[in-house]
Every structure is written in structure tokens, then in C-alpha cells.
């Protein structure tokens, strides 16, 4: 654990999203510290051999093309890729109550993948891995009870009674950041009265290395190719968000009737479900910081925007949080220009509000869209689908915008 208490930049929260970004700004030659609450040697140990769905983290992440950019450029993406992952050349769409379906091929946009389904937990270890060889102050197993500002001096107090300063201090303390409460930025959020349930599955057919996603008027079930080490194609990861009353139901039944639900609503696409691991819920709220900086202060990921996992989004946000506030503050260094410009963070707030903005309505409107099941609606939805994907070109540039490819 780092015993240094003065940093050019504090980070809280090493997340997927803020061990990323605390390795890029000491790339940058920024003195940085990470203060993480989990015990960074948990973090570190190697995810299990997969021979059962239980080996697999609950928690996996829909990775584009511009993340992939992003953790290759901190020198990660090898590391992370060296074990099991699942690029999926295909997605496959459709509405649960009608005929329209939308299938989106890698080929078309002449890209290797569409995505990569990768592990939560293997990201964020090869992420510490890379820091625990870096220059970052990393200090884990602790947690930060307090923010504190003095004029031009700010920082944060841990609970082991230390305190730390810096000129910035970065909030990656996930959807319940406690610092975004205390420096006081509010949040417009709304309750999606919705449930995630995660587990994963081993299904009798292959997953044909596509990702499915079925909607219906109580919310989407997603099927996301798995990888084991030894190439077996018939786990997958599913997110099935379903409104609270329905998913506290599935949670409630047993793993028997649990399955024949699932297939049912898969509409047997993969075959039997064979088997399913723990599941576990987690409640859908979205939610999006009014302002992203304040002095000395700036949020990203989750701590700055939640949002409805139907499009595996939101980590990929919070990369593009850390690419624009890396690209910034690599700018101002190169300027000789200290990290808590006012200036430095307002431009870093321009290039990221829009875009999250623009994908939470995106999200929202899907959403609207496939829950209603007025004859009208659906016959429009269904119509829209099918139209859509005679269009090449325009179904390609909706794909490559969420891939985040130029
Ligand atoms: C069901 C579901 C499916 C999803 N699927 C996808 C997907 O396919 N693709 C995608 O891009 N996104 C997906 N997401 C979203 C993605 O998981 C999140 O956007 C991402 O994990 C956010 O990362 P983060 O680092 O910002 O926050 P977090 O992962 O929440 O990390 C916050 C970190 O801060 C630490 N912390 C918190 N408080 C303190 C404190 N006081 N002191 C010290 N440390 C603290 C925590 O320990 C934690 O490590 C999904 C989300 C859900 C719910």
C-alpha cells in the first residue's frame, strides 16, 4: 500500500473504469494515486479453469471496438485476451411478439468482430495487474469516508484515518458514488421499475458466437457468447431485465422451472437449457450527474451515468469518459497547464455530456418502443425491423456507432 499522501491526481474506485484511467494518466507521467475499498490481492487471483457455469464471473461486459482500442493502448488488451473471451461476429434481434428481427454481421462493416464478451473480473485484473507494476500509488483495502476542500487545496479522507490531497480528484466510485454526494453534483435518475437477473447457462446447441437478444413488453433477455479455455461454444452469459413484480418471480422459482422459462423465452434458439448457475438480480435505475465537474473535481463511468443494460453500454461510456479526460489533461501537461484548470475539465464535460446523453435517450426509446403492445405500435416496431434490415447501409452505421468505430 502506497504511503504517500500528496498526488497530482487522485482516483477512487478501481473499477473497470477507474484502474483504467489511473494507469493512462501515470502513463502520462501525472503522480497518481487509486484508492480501491476491495483488497487488491482478491482482485489479482487468476478467474477459474471454467469446467462448470459457476467458474464464470455473473458480471461480463460487451467490450467495442473503441474500448478494445482504449485498454490496448494502456497495454492490457493482450493480457486480457490471453484467456478466455468471446468476440461475436454476428448479433441477432428480435421482437418476442411479432416477426420483425434485425441480424447485425461483422462481415458487412468488414470488421473481425462485433464485440467482445469478456469477464468483468478479467479486466479489472489485468488492469491492477499492469498497475501493480506502474508508478500508482495504490491504495486498496481501504475505504474513503470523506471529501475535504480548503481554498485551492482538496482531498479525501480514508477510514483508516488518513487523508490525501491532490489538485484533482476523480470519482470513479461507481452508480452509489458517495463523492459525488458530497461534493454536492446532483443527478436526474429515474426508477426503470425493472430487475437484471445474471447467471450463466450451458445450452445443448453452440452459441454460433452470436449474441441474442429477444425483446419483450416486460423488458429484453439477452444470450451472450461464452468462450472456456478449451473453445466450448455452449455457455452463455445471460441479462434478462424484466420488470420487478415478473423478475422477482423468476428469481423465486426453482432451477427446473427456472430453465423451462428460459428457453421458452429464448424460443429455444440454442437448444435445451441445460444448466444454470446462481443467479443474482440487480435493480435498474437510470441516472446521469446534472454536471460532471466542480472545482478541482471531475466524475466518470457509472459515477457520472448508469444505464439499462440492453445494449451493454455502459462500461463502453465510461471508457469514453477516460479516453476524453485522458486526451484533455495529456493536452494540458504537454501545455504545462495544472490538472484542475477549469478550463482543462469544462472541455473534458463538453465531449462526454452529449454522447452519454444521447445514448441514455437512445436507450430510453428502445426501451418505450418494445414495451408497448398496442396492435399499432407493434405492427410499426415489427414493420421497422424488418425494413430496417433490408437497409445495408443505414443498419450498418446504427451497428458501428455502438461499436464506437469512426
Ligand atoms: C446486468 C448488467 C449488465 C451489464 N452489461 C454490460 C455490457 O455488456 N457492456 C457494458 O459496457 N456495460 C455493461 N454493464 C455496465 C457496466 O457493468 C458498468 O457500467 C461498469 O461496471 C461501471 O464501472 P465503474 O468502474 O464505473 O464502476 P464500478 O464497477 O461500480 O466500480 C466502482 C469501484 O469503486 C469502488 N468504491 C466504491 N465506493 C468506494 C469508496 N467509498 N472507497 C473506495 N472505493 C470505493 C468499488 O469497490 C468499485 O471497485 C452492465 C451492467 C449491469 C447491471
Not at 476542500?149 to 470513479?172: C, F, M, P, Y
Not at 466542480?294 to 462500461?315: C, E, K, N, R, Y
Request: charged share 25%.
Amino acid at each position: 500500500m502506497s504511503e504517500q499522501t500528496y498526488f497530482d491526481i487522485l482516483v477512487v474506485g478501481g473499477g473497470m473504469v477507474g484502474s483504467a484511467l489511473a494507469l493512462g494518466l501515470s502513463r502520462q507521467g501525472w503522480s497518481v494515486g487509486l484508492v480501491e475499498a476491495s483488497d487488491c490481492n482478491a482482485l489479482l487471483q487468476a478467474p477459474g479453469k471454467a469446467s462448470g457455469v459457476e467458474d464464470f464471473d455473473p458480471r461480463v461486459s460487451a467490450i467495442s471496438a473503441a474500448s478494445q482500442r482504449l485498454l490496448d493502448q494502456l497495454g492490457v488488451w493482450a493480457d486480457i485476451t490471453a484467456g478466455r473471451h468471446c468476440p461475436y461476429q454476428t448479433m441477432t434481434v428480435w421482437d418476442g411478439d411479432g416477426t420483425g428481427r434485425i441480424q447485425f454481421e461483422a462481415a458487412e462493416l468488414r470488421a473481425p468482430a462485433l464485440g467482445t464478451i469478456i469477464e468483468n473480473r478479467r479486466i479489472v485484473r489485468a488492469l491492477f495487474s499492469a498497475l501493480s507494476d506502474s508508478d500508482v500509488g495504490l491504495i486498496d483495502g481501504v475505504k474513503v469516508t470523506g471529501w475535504w476542500q480548503q481554498q485551492n487545496k482538496r482531498g479525501i479522507h480514508l477510514e483508516d484515518g488518513r487523508t490525501l490531497s491532490a489538485q484533482l480528484v476523480v470519482a470513479a466510485d461507481g452508480a452509489h458514488s458517495r463523492l459525488r454526494q458530497w461534493v454536492g453534483l446532483p443527478t436526474r435518475e429515474w426508477d426503470y421499475d425493472q430487475q437484471a437477473i445474471v447467471c450463466t447457462v450451458r445450452t445443448t446447441q453452440s452459441h454460433r458466437f452470436t449474441a441474442w437478444q429477444r425483446f419483450s413488453p416486460t423488458g429484453p433477455l439477452a444470450f451472450l457468447p461464452l468462450s472456456t479455455e478449451t473453445g466450448d461454444e455452449h455457455f452463455c452469459s445471460i441479462v434478462w431485465s424484466q420488470d420487478t413484480e415478473e423478475a422477482r418471480r423468476l428469481m423465486a422459482l426453482d432451477d427446473g422451472a427456472f430453465r423451462t422459462e428460459l428457453e421458452n423465452a429464448i424460443e429455444r434458439e440454442l437448444g435445451a437449457v441445460e444448466v444454470v448457475s446462481r443467479r443474482h438480480a440487480f435493480p435498474l435505475r437510470q441516472r446521469h450527474a446534472k454536471d460532471y465537474i466542480a472545482s478541482g473535481f471531475a466524475l466518470v463511468g457509472d459515477a457520472a451515468h448508469t444505464i439499462h443494460p440492453l445494449a451493454g453500454q455502459g462500461a463502453n461510456l465510461g471508457y469514453g469518459d477516460v479516453r476524453a479526460l485522458l486526451g484533455e489533461l495529456l493536452r494540458a501537461r504537454q501545455a504545462g497547464i495544472n490538472p484542475d484548470n477549469d478550463r482543462v475539465l469544462a472541455r473534458y464535460q463538453r465531449r462526454r455530456k452529449g454522447e452519454n446523453l444521447a445514448m441514455m435517450a437512445a436507450m430510453e426509446g428502445f426501451k418505450q418502443l418494445f414495451g408497448r403492445d398496442e396492435l399499432t405500435v407493434r405492427w410499426l416496431r415489427n414493420t421497422g425491423m424488418r425494413w430496417l434490415n433490408q437497409l445495408g447501409p443505414i443498419k450498418n452505421r446504427i451497428a458501428a456507432e455502438a461499436m464506437g468505430l469512426d
